[in-house]
């Protein structure tokens, strides 16, 4: 009932749907980890995640006391906009929707010039009077998230929102920071091994865990 409260399901709706709030609350509880957690359940889980994965674990905080386990806390972060804009949504079947850790310069290039919706104006003369929205510019986003430095981020804001800075000058800068984050990744990716993978992978007790 509490289940069909939450996410709104009715009685029709498959019972899958109703399976899987559970399934997403599970890894909240350390029981669930039996070899890292062995006889510890009385610790506390911290969850990052957007905030479209709210309701399920709102019902676990709901839970957790009555099973006997600790309520989880959240950390929720903001969503990562698709390449076309807020409205849009990242998916596998447009690859132009997003940047991919394996994409070439040449094709980071191509997409955010091509599809990194933009809020300048539709000319270079409204845009030098009016400025930006930087309120649905994709570019100024996606700095938002992979610009280190805050000041140039600043910058970039208040120059484009003027109308100083043009848009094709804002994407050229996101292009050269989508970039290199790409090679460094893609050259780190080439040294990882299969063995690597495994280790990492192996159901094992991590050590240090507390001391």
């Known amino acids: 009932i509490q289940v069909v409260g939450i996410f709104g399901f009715t009685h029709e709706d498959h019972i899958g749907k109703i399976s899987f709030p559970p399934i997403q609350a599970v890894p909240s509880f350390p029981s669930s980890f039996p070899h ?109 998230f992979f610009l280190e430095d805050d000041d140039e981020l600043e910058h970039i804001k208040k120059e484009y929102g003027a109308g100083r800075l043009l848009t094709g000058e804002v994407k050229k800068r996101l292009i050269e920071v989508l970039s290199e984050i790409v090679e460094r990744h893609q050259k780190a990716r080439a040294l990882v091994t299969d063995e690597m993978v495994d280790a990492f992978m192996a159901v094992r007790p991590l050590p240090h865990m507390f001391s």
Not at 70 to 96: H, R, V
Not at 117 to 131: A, W
């Open 36 to 144: 890292l957690f062995a006889g510890r359940d009385n610790l506390r889980c911290l969850i990052p995640c957007a905030i479209d994965q709210d309701p399920y674990f709102r019902m676990t905080r709901d839970v957790a006391p009555r099973i006997g386990y600790q309520k989880p806390a959240l950390i929720e972060s903001s969503f990562f906009p698709a390449l076309q804009g807020e409205t849009g949504k990242m998916s596998a079947s447009d690859p132009n929707s997003a940047i991919y850790v394996t994409d070439s310069p040449k094709v980071i290039k191509n997409k955010v010039n091509r599809y990194a919706f933009s809020g300048g104006q539709d000319s270079i003369e409204n845009h030098r009077k009016y400025g930006a929205n930087l309120e649905v510019d994709i570019p100024v986003k996606y700095l938002g």
